[in-house]
């Protein structure tokens, strides 16, 4: 069973304060990896898909990498409009699970 | 409009009641998948439409829960009898590919509706 774990649950930043959000998973193999953003009373927004170890991906603060274990995303000195819950979520190469494995999320806020 | 839009995007109902959740996907998008997300929970998945094929019921819960999608279009999601532990945002996300099993087109979306069962 495909399982996807997210740490920390919430997280307090100051504006500037770089961090880091961690995605630990297990999967009969990944066919890939992606993050989303969710706001308040939204749906989750997509940011980025990860398909072997070792790639990186980047859009304005965010970095987001991937092992073999693992997807870590990388916040660049976060400002306010960073704060919302961060989601991951993994595909398996079983052809019979076609659907997202998400974890529950850490939810961040970014203090000015 | 461009997104996903589901409707009602809240709805209220009482206890043995049931409720028809709408959802209108991405045009084009012939990928259609229903996810429920309990609060402080992550999104669980509940049906996968694509194309003219057998729906993936494998997520559905219970037999009070089904869905259809007609045209390939629009879908509608209907919980029977509804149970206070129904209580949840229903959330529809819709992907372009017919070969999504294959791809990794991300799913794209709509804001959800939040369920109450009173």
């Known amino acids: 069973e495909d399982q996807v774990t997210q740490s920390p649950e919430a997280l307090r930043l100051q504006e500037g304060e770089s961090s880091s959000l961690n995605c630990s998973y297990t999967v009969s193999g990944l066919r890939g990896l992606f993050w989303y953003r969710q706001d308040p009373g939204k749906g989750p927004e997509f940011l980025f898909t990860l398909y072997s170890a070792g790639e990186e991906k980047e859009k304005e603060r965010l970095k987001a990498t991937l092992t073999k274990k693992e997807s870590f995303l990388h916040i660049t000195a976060p400002k306010p409009e960073d704060s919302a819950t961060y989601l991951c979520?993994?595909?398996?190469?079983?052809?019979?699970?076609?659907?997202?494995?998400f974890g529950s999320g850490t939810r961040l806020q970014v203090q000015p | 409009g461009a997104g996903v839009s589901q409707s009602p995007s809240n709805k209220v109902t009482e206890k043995g009641k049931d409720v028809e959740l709408r959802c209108d996907p991405i045009s084009g998008h012939t990928a259609l998948y229903w996810y429920r997300q309990s609060l402080g929970q992550g999104l669980e998945f509940l049906i996968y439409?694509?194309?003219?094929?057998?729906?993936?019921k494998s997520g559905l819960p219970s037999d009070r829960f089904s869905a259809e999608r007609t045209g390939g279009s629009v879908s509608t999601l209907t919980i029977q009898r509804t149970q206070q532990e129904d209580s949840a945002v229903y959330l529809c996300?819709?992907?372009?590919?017919?070969?999504?099993?294959?791809?990794?087109?991300?799913?794209?979306f709509g804001d959800g509706t939040r369920l109450s069962i009173l």
């Open positions: 996300a819709s992907s372009p590919g017919w070969r999504d099993t294959y791809s990794n087109q991300p799913q794209h």
């Open positions: 979520a993994v595909k398996s190469m079983d052809t019979g699970r076609r659907a997202l494995t």
């Open positions: 439409f694509q194309g003219n094929s057998a729906p993936d």
